[in-house]
């Protein structure tokens, strides 16, 4: 008996479920523990219809009256520094909104709120056709400035679209976990960026299974998705969201180490742009912010993580990169090693109404030029005038940084190289 198939001992078997008397093959066939097979005590039918009724539950979707929402649509403020001025190219905008901003860690490229790509080579300006993966999904071969081996190369990356668009242009609420792109009616090819939703792995699929069952992902329904407590990850809660630091910075979830580098850089940043007795000390700092998504701790961790160097201790600089900048975020800051920052400052403080680098030796009832740098003070000369005595610091100053630039050229990214070499000096600087 023991050798005898299961399909020979029984010909009909009664479903539990329904009651039936049916044949064998109505029921489905499974292996045991210790692989022994037996036909399971319903039906094939019935078993479809409790996995149906179960999925269908599952995916009912059903936000309570008084659901909270801490999360809104926001689009990024883009830097006018960084738009490109399509108006005399031949290309063909998609919108008339569409707009060409510069990614700036890669080289001489820049991306629309569209999706599509353009890069300076050859001496003119090139718009890239892009390529598709094997899932549909536009790509753009692209070369990327890194750190590796010691010192910062450009290295060959392919820049998905929608990804890129959504962040440059998206303000994502939570970038650790907001990976998954949803495009508005399911649109793979639409790469528009108010069409675009940064989503957690969970969002995204309660948004695609009642797109799928409803055809509704409108915008109303996905931002009651990103604020259900019930598709957040499991370290996020309310009290997470709350106003920590100068009243408006926020942990962003549960698991926070206040000790670590990357939260006492966020604490300084916060401190520097929101506390008024901060400003007391160093006025300079009046009228800082930090970007909507910096608000957030854990998105600023996940920026300081992609871009810090091992083993090296660097200032977080927000002005180097747009001269004038008064906001901290991805696309504004960098790490420079403390040396190259302090060529940066202005000294508004003590210098009263002079220009920069200039102050008046009473002594001598002449202007002296004079820089510091690392604590050494530099002496340019004595002139008739702040004019000359301002040109005379202007010309040394702008050689200065530079030769600093050149010093410090493998441990500066690109960007910021550049953003050196082409400084200029203002008298009213």
């Known amino acids: 008996m023991s050798n005898t198939r299961v399909s020979e001992i029984e010909t009909t078997k009664i479903c539990k479920k329904c009651g039936r008397i049916l044949p064998i093959e109505k029921f489905r066939l499974v292996k045991g ?241 929101y506390n008024a007795k901060f400003h007391e000390k160093q006025p300079q700092y009046k009228g800082c912010t930090a970007c909507e998504e910096w608000l957030n701790y854990n998105n600023f961790k996940v920026w300081y993580e992609q871009n810090k160097i091992a083993g090296m201790i660097l200032d977080l600089d927000k002005d180097i990169l747009f001269k004038g900048n008064k906001v901290y975020s991805p696309e504004t800051c960098c790490f420079v090693p403390h040396a190259v920052n302090t060529l940066f400052l202005n000294g508004k403080k003590n210098r009263g109404d002079l220009p920069l680098g200039v102050h008046f030796d009473k002594s001598k009832g002449k202007y002296r030029a004079e820089m510091s740098f690392m604590g050494r003070q530099i002496k340019l000369g004595t002139f008739d005038t702040a004019e000359s005595a301002f040109a005379r610091y202007k010309e040394y100053k702008e050689d200065f940084i530079k030769d600093i630039a050149e010093q410090y050229r493998n441990v500066i990214p690109d960007k910021v190289y550049e953003a050196m070499m082409n400084w200029k000096i203002e008298i009213d600087d």
Not at 46 to 56: F, G, H, S
Not at 83 to 91: G, P, T
Not at 109 to 126: A, E, H, M, P, Q
């Open 33 to 273: 523990q210790f692989y022994n097979p037996y036909y399971l005590s319903q039906c094939k039918e019935c078993e479809y219809k409790y996995q149906r009724k179960y999925l269908e539950e599952k995916n009912k979707i059903e936000f309570t009256d008084n659901l909270e929402i801490l999360i809104h649509r926001h689009y990024k403020d883009i830097k006018p520094e960084r738009i490109l001025d399509i108006s005399h190219f031949k290309f063909i905008p998609l919108g008339t909104d569409e707009t060409f901003v510069k990614l700036m860690d890669y080289k001489k490229t820049w991306l629309s709120n569209y999706g599509r790509v353009i890069r300076f080579s050859d001496g003119k300006y090139n718009l890239l056709q892009g390529s598709y993966d094997k899932y549909g999904a536009l790509f753009y071969s692209l070369r990327e400035n890194v750190f590796y081996d010691g010192k910062w190369i450009y290295k060959s990356v392919h820049l998905y679209a929608a990804k890129a668009v959504a962040e440059e242009f998206i303000v994502n609420p939570d970038i650790a976990n907001n990976v998954y792109i949803w495009h508005s009616g399911f649109d793979k090819q639409d790469y528009y960026y108010r069409n675009l939703y940064p989503l957690n792995q969970e969002q995204y699929r309660i948004v695609k299974n009642h797109f799928n069952k409803t055809g509704d992902d409108s915008e109303e329904f996905i931002l009651k998705v990103m604020n259900d407590i019930r598709y957040k990850p499991d370290d996020w809660s309310r009290s997470a969201m709350e106003p920590v630091m100068c009243g408006i910075g926020y942990r962003g979830s549960e698991n926070v180490d206040c000790t670590s580098e990357s939260y006492l850089k966020w604490h300084d940043m916060i401190n520097r742009c």
